[in-house]
């Protein structure tokens, strides 16, 4: 292909949206505004902490409109979940043809497009996912992190880096400030600003509509899948002409499917989990390698009935069809949408108001912006409150504090959040939409137990098809690295939570230490095999499943 022939492609990211003129800022958008215009041309570090619907988005549109008109670029980080056409047209209706889109659904001749078009500066407002922050931008201005606390921007496969800590990395190589900004920041970069590493500034006003009124229901005492002030909250807004938001952070219609005489439930004969039920076609599945089989009537240990336990988001579909008929229900899961467009097609629908309720997992809950929802109906928050992972409560108040947070975007909105749990910290800030006063919490018990953001931590990761093998290794490891970790706490080993995945046997330590120097130079010295056992370093993990 030769470059006349890409030239006469036109740009995939320039949707012809109408232009659109930029909004008078408020007073407290216009001081955050001049916090940032005034480090231009240095590097500032800046942690944006703005509710939900706090008009964060303007502030790019403005400072890039600043950065054009100095003859520099504007880069963009967000969630490959949350950019969606709407978001990439809200750009284009600012800027037009400067603006570039990255993102890991190109084809090869689009990329290279874009990036000609960005390295020649035709294309000077890039918008990416987490590779686009390797754009050849030439005079960056400004770095922005949308969605700075999402895991996605976290590289899972070698290597292994995350594109929000290497954002600031690039800024102070370009010499120009960088935004991280959420509704929910990670206790990290939150610490970071109270240490005064980042500056922080806030946005605590929602504009065009008021924060919604949230109610929390003791599911202890209520019976079926819907309380009543769920079913009555939901109704009203439907009757009343709005859209609704429905979240459960659970695949399938069922997470077991258990014998009700003996108790024995299915699981993977690959991965130490039990296999999710799932309706239409009916199939036993597992969310980690993939092992399908057909479901059974009768349990294999002692012939008992089988029966479905607990609730996944297929049977809250299930039944939120059967109490409202008539109603236009769309679910956005990975098991009813394959791949990126589809999801964009059901985002699409809802906008055009083809969608009465939108259901969905936690990828109902990133950077939507819908102004017709006006109830959001959590069907159980404790999803995930278990997990044994010290993240857990913060994943949780995050995923809460965004999908409550779609509510009441054009007016008032209510939400509502049934649990198990209703004195949780993770639920209770959540409802009141408080992330200082849950900050405040849960790093108090961070720093009670000595875990991040108190602490640098690293997890060394044990796997192998034979057990005894893998044991060994982890003890022999644990016991070299004992020798030569001064100030490095070593926890562990121990059988992984998840202690097989894909017929892998997985055994983990745990390092944690004051000093990251300390703990990265002790890091070096691992190999990545002892004998046929694999081993995996995953430094600051968001998980340890
Ligand atoms: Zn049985
Ligand atoms: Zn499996």
């Not at 890039?126 to 960056?140: E, I, K, N, Q, Y």
């Not at 819907?226 to 079913?231: I, L, M, V, Y």
Request: with cysteine; glycine share 8%.
């Amino acid at each position: 292909m030769t470059l006349e022939e890409v030239e006469e492609e036109i740009p995939l990211s320039f949707a012809l949206a109408p232009r659109e003129d930029h909004l008078p800022l408020t007073p407290e958008q216009e001081r955050v505004y001049d916090k940032v215009v005034k480090s231009l041309g240095t590097f500032v570090p800046f942690l944006l902490h703005g509710v939900t619907g706090s008009g964060k988005t303007e502030l790019y549109f403005q400072w890039g409109k600043l950065c054009l008109e100095q003859g520099k670029g504007l880069l963009v980080l967000i969630p490959e979940i949350s950019l969606t056409p709407q978001y990439i047209r809200r750009f284009t209706a600012r800027f037009g043809q400067e603006v570039a889109v990255l993102h890991s659904g190109l084809t090869a001749r689009e990329r290279l497009q874009e990036w000609l078009r960005i390295r020649e500066g035709r294309a000077r407002v890039v918008l990416g996912t987490r590779s686009a922050l390797f754009a050849p931008m030439d005079g960056l201005g400004l770095i922005v992190v949308d969605e700075e606390h999402d895991t996605s921007f976290k590289q899972e496969e070698s290597p292994r880096y995350n594109a929000r800590d290497l954002a600031v990395v690039r800024a102070q190589m370009e010499g120009c400030p960088v935004v991280l900004a959420s509704a929910t920041p990670s206790l990290e970069s939150y610490y970071n600003a109270l240490q005064g590493r980042y500056t922080l500034l806030e946005l605590r006003e929602r504009i065009g509509g008021t924060l919604p009124s949230v109610e929390i229901v003791d599911m202890t005492q209520e019976k079926g899948l819907f309380s009543r002030t769920f079913f009555e909250s939901l109704k009203r807004a439907l009757e009343a002409g709005g859209q609704a938001l429905v979240l459960l952070n659970r695949r399938g219609y069922a997470p077991f499917l258990m014998c009700s005489a003996c108790g024995e439930a299915v699981r993977c004969p690959n991965c130490d989990i039990t296999l999710t039920f799932h309706r239409d076609p009916p199939v036993l599945k597992c969310h980690y390698c993939g092992h399908h089989q057909s479901p059974l009537d009768r349990c294999p240990w002692c012939q008992g009935e089988m029966r479905v336990l607990g609730v996944g988001i297929q049977r809250v579909e299930e039944e939120l069809k059967s109490l409202f008929p008539d109603l236009k229900v769309a679910r956005m899961d990975r098991d009813a949408l394959s791949g990126r467009k589809a999801h964009w097609e059901v985002l699409q629908a809802l906008e055009e108001r083809e969608v009465d309720l939108l259901l969905g997992t936690q990828m109902v809950a990133k950077g939507h912006h819908y102004p017709a929802i006006s109830f959001v109906g959590v069907v159980l928050a404790d999803v995930g409150l278990h997990l044994p992972d010290f993240r857990a409560a913060e994943r949780t108040f995050q995923l809460l504090t965004q999908v409550v947070g779609r509510a009441g975007r054009g007016g008032q909105g209510q939400a509502v959040i049934q649990t198990y749990m209703p004195s949780h910290p993770a639920v209770v800030y959540a409802a009141r939409q408080d992330f200082l006063g849950f900050v405040e919490e849960e790093l108090e018990r961070r720093k009670a137990l000595g875990y991040p953001p108190f602490s640098h931590m690293a997890r060394v990761l044990f796997t192998g098809t034979r057990k005894e093998k893998v044991e060994e290794a982890a003890w022999k490891i644990a016991e070299d690295l004992r020798q030569g970790a001064k100030g490095v706490e070593i926890l562990g080993p121990a059988s992984a939570p998840l202690a097989r995945l894909k017929n892998r046997f997985r055994w983990h330590l745990i390092l944690r230490g004051q000093s990251r120097k300390r703990l990265l130079a002790l890091l070096a010295t691992l190999p990545q095999r002892v004998g046929s056992v694999k081993v995996q370093i995953d430094m600051d993990p968001y998980g340890v499943l």
